[in-house]
């Protein structure tokens, strides 16, 4: 993530949507990608310096849970990343505007990494067969509306799932202290969840895929058995050798979309690691090789930082060898998608 400022020359964060220092109106541009300073023409008519004009998003109008841009005369009452969602929370109930927004700051930070990685993004509702949509859905644990429904979050069909009790931090560290998870978020999830939309989309050719089965391992075995056998039984014993998660070891499609969401976490962590001047190189001048080293510098660093203030690692992971080579295909893998544009 880049170092963004007002012009005022204060420093802004990528949800901001007013400066606090001047009190100019902010919203991020995904042409430009960047957060921009804005006049309000009134109307709900922004322009910038250049005299662009601007609208926000409409679930930033009506709900205040975006503040990405649209041209002032675009057709869609959507900016470009909330076009992909199909499903939101219930907004008659007060307290599904907090979750929503914590749902859409992760997709919103999904999206941001995906464009810098110049990754294919096709709307599901403008393209039904190759696209992508999400849905942000409660279940009985968030809303009495839902009596004796359990939504799981995942991906199925060009769709992701976020079950909206993952925007809820206590609700979400039960989970993770049930499951023994070492790190659960809400960006984690959505990352996670879009390595198997790209697998899905990519449709690899059989040298690919024959990689793919010698360094993840067979993604033809029985899913559902394989999970059921990892929540009955736990996860494969001696693990830590060969994934970067337990939950990795549960299938050869989950231990992808595990290594998948680890890339974007590393290349985004570095990009702004890159632009606070901690790196002087940005991730995308590096080798997968070179990134993996600049990584084991900052996550040490950051892993220390939250030492010092009382809190658990940021990091909590280890990338030997084995991980290493996944993530390397992974690499590989994206220059593949690229073609796809």
């Known amino acids: 993530m880049r170092r963004f400022v007002c012009d005022c020359g204060s420093p802004v964060y990528f949800e901001n949507d007013f400066c606090i220092n001047c009190r100019s109106a902010l919203g991020y541009d995904p042409l430009r990608a960047d957060l921009i300073t804005l006049a309000d023409w009134g109307g ?7 005299g662009n004009a601007f609208r926000y998003c409409s679930n930033g109008e009506d709900f205040g849970v975006c503040n990405w841009l649209r041209p002032a005369d675009s057709p869609s009452q959507f900016c470009k990343a909330c076009q ?20 859409e700051r992760g997709k919103k930070r999904l999206f941001y990494t995906l464009a810098q990685l110049n990754l294919p993004l096709l709307s599901g509702w403008a ?6 949509l999400l849905d942000f859905i409660e279940d009985a644990r968030t809303s009495d509306k839902y009596p004796e429904t359990f939504v ?28 023994g998870e070492s790190y659960r978020t809400v960006l984690g999830h959505l990352r996670h969840e879009s390595g198997h939309y790209y697998w899905s989309l990519m449709n690899p050719e059989p040298m690919l895929l024959a990689e793919f089965r010698q360094v993840f391992g067979d ?15 736990g996860p494969a014993l001696r693990w830590r050798e060969r994934f970067i998660s337990a939950y990795a070891s549960s299938h050869p499609s989950e231990d992808w979309a595990e290594c998948w969401g680890h890339y974007l976490h590393i290349y985004d962590a570095l990009d702004t ?9 940005s991730p995308e001048s590096m080798s997968m090789s070179e990134r993996l080293r600049a990584w084991s510098k900052v996550s040490l660093m950051l ?28 690499d590989l893998a994206m220059d593949r998608l690229r073609t796809l544009h």
Not at 44 to 50: A, E, K, S, T, Y
């Open 303 to 330: 892993n220390e930082l939250n030492r010092s203030v009382g809190r658990g690692d940021a990091y909590p992971f280890v990338i030997n060898e084995v991980v290493a080579e996944k993530l390397e295909l992974i």
């Open 152 to 179: 799981s979050t995942g991906y199925l069909g060009g769709v992701i799932t976020i079950n909206a009790v993952e925007a809820d931090d206590v609700a979400r560290a039960t989970v993770q202290d049930e499951l």
């Open 127 to 132: 393209d039904p067969q190759r696209g992508l």
């Open 84 to 103: 992909f969602n199909r499903t939101i929370p219930d907004q008659t109930r007060a307290e599904n505007k907090e979750r929503w927004l914590v749902l």
């Open 219 to 233: 993604e033809r075995k029985n899913y559902q058995a394989a999970l059921d056998a990892h929540y009955q039984n």
């Open 44 to 50: 709900g008519v922004f322009r910038d310096l250049q």
């Open 273 to 281: 690691a890159c632009s606070h001047r901690l790196l002087d190189r």
